[in-house]
Each structure stands twice: as C-alpha cells, then as structure tokens.
C-alpha cells in the first residue's frame, strides 16, 4: 500500500509522519526504514526507527531511487514499512509527474508487503487525479 501526505511546504508534513511513524513502530512488529534528505530528524524518531540520509548516495533520478529502495527491501527480510520525507526532493521527481514511480512502489508494495508512506510537497489540487485516493493526509 502507497498512502500520501499532501500540502505545500511548510504545511507540517513532516511532523505528521514523524507523528505516525513514532506510533507505527509501538504496534507493528517488523521493521522501519525512515528516508530523509538528511539526518536532521534523527533524535526525533524513535531509535528502533532506521534512518537513511539519501543525500549521502548520489541518486540523481526516479529510476536510480526505485533502485536504492528495492535494494533496502532486498537486504530485509522483516521490513513492514518505509516512509519517505521530502519525497518528491529525495527521489529527485520535483517538476516531474511521479504517476509512473508512485504506481512502481505499489507494485514493490504488493510484491514484499512494504506499506510505503510519502511526504509530498504539493498541494491536493495539483496532484494527478489518479492518486487522490491515496492520500490519507491533505494540508
């Protein structure tokens, strides 16, 4: 499953998915993976919560991104969920239409049983008609 934060930057994106991170890792009992451009929220999420600056792995493209993350999915076997903060920056997708990526990352989804939950900086207007339906989160 592929569910969406939405809201323009500075909305408090973030904060809601730290939010919901902190309380997923209390009731699931596989692991999480916590993507970020950088290690700034580190000691705000809870320490069995790992955390991945991808800045540090020079992905320069949507391509390049579904590769890094399938590569963590490939290296654990207990992973339940991934989220991803800035995703549009991180997956180097800002001005480009991220249909084609969202739609790969619910074929992964299916496929390892990863729910992934994404920050997106966009207002609910602007995203494409087809993933309204998962947002779970509009600001």
């Known amino acids: 499953m592929v569910q969406l934060i939405v809201g323009k930057k500075g909305k408090g994106k973030t904060k809601q998915l730290l ?13 999480i993976v916590y ?20 800045s540090q792995f020079m992905i320069e ?9 399938s590569g963590i999915i490939s290296q654990d076997h207990d992973l339940q969920q991934m989220y991803f903060d800035s ?3 991180i997956a180097c997708l800002e001005g480009i239409d ?4 969202v739609e790969k990352l619910e074929k992964l989804s299916q496929k390892f049983e990863v729910d992934f939950i994404l920050s997106v900086s966009m207002d609910e207007s602007e ?11 509009s600001l």
Request: net charge neutral.
């Open 87 to 89: 995703f549009l920056k």
């Open 127 to 137: 995203l494409p008609e087809s993933l309204k339906d998962k947002i779970i989160v």
């Open 19 to 31: 939010d919901k991170v902190n309380q997923e890792i209390k009731e699931i009992s596989g692991n």
């Open 35 to 54: 993507l970020d451009k950088s290690a700034k929220h580190m000691y705000e999420l809870n320490n069995k919560v790992r955390l991945i600056d991808v």
């Open 98 to 101: 991220i249909t084609a990526t």
């Open 61 to 69: 493209g949507g391509s390049e991104f579904l590769g890094f993350v």
